[in-house]
């Protein structure tokens, strides 16, 4: 039996970061099974000016997003419900983002205090707790959306790899890039204006 604690601790760490990690994206999975979670996957992409995405601190799947979703021609920015403005990103992040052929070394965090909401925003949260957040600061749900539904594989939440293995930043970013090309390919499908010509 001990013999394969090593093995399934390695894939906990590579696939989820910690088990904490692997029981939120369980738990997160089981409320887009039972449609809880239903309000957060069906926006109205025709009508979406500007990407926003959201997490805690902006400096790694937030930041990281933006400049996939920058990169494939967006109109983007980011922002975290708990940072301070012009924090840098995260060095892990930083080099990591550079087998993407993607730099991160110029990104500076934004606080949600420093935010204007647009009503054709729309804002990509990374887990359902960020989305309740930004509803109890004022955004209506309709401009709220969970980035993870649009990953391959399908991950609602998308646990925060800071100070995590470098394996597990790996994959955090590899879910992230799914995520954001797939929600690209459907603004562009939806002929959102979001998309620069």
């Given at each position: 039996m001990n013999r394969w604690l090593p093995r399934v601790q390695k894939m906990v760490d590579t696939n989820y970061g910690t088990v904490r990690g692997w029981v939120r994206v369980v738990l997160g999975q089981l409320e887009f099974a039972t449609g809880r979670v239903e309000q957060y996957l069906h926006p109205r992409l025709q009508d979406v000016d500007r990407l926003v995405f959201v997490c805690l601190g902006n400096i790694n799947r937030s930041a990281f997003s933006e400049i996939v979703a920058r990169?494939?021609?967006v109109t983007t920015c980011s922002l975290g419900l708990s940072t301070m403005t012009g924090q840098p990103a995260f060095h892990k992040a930083v080099?990591?983002?550079r087998p993407f052929g993607l730099d991160l070394s110029a990104h500076t965090a934004t606080d949600l205090t420093d935010y204007q909401f647009r009503p054709t925003d729309l804002l990509l949260v990374m887990e359902i707790r960020h989305a309740e957040k930004l509803r109890a600061a004022g955004i209506p749900p309709a401009s709220i959306a969970l980035l993870g539904h649009?990953?391959?594989p399908h991950r609602i939440h998308l646990h925060d790899p800071h100070v995590l293995s470098d394996?597990?930043?790996?994959t955090c970013f590899t879910l992230l890039h799914s995520a954001v090309s797939g929600l690209v390919a459907d603004l562009r499908a939806a002929g959102s204006p979001c998309i620069k010509q």
């Open positions: 990169a494939q021609g080099a990591t983002a649009w990953a391959a394996a597990y930043f790996r």
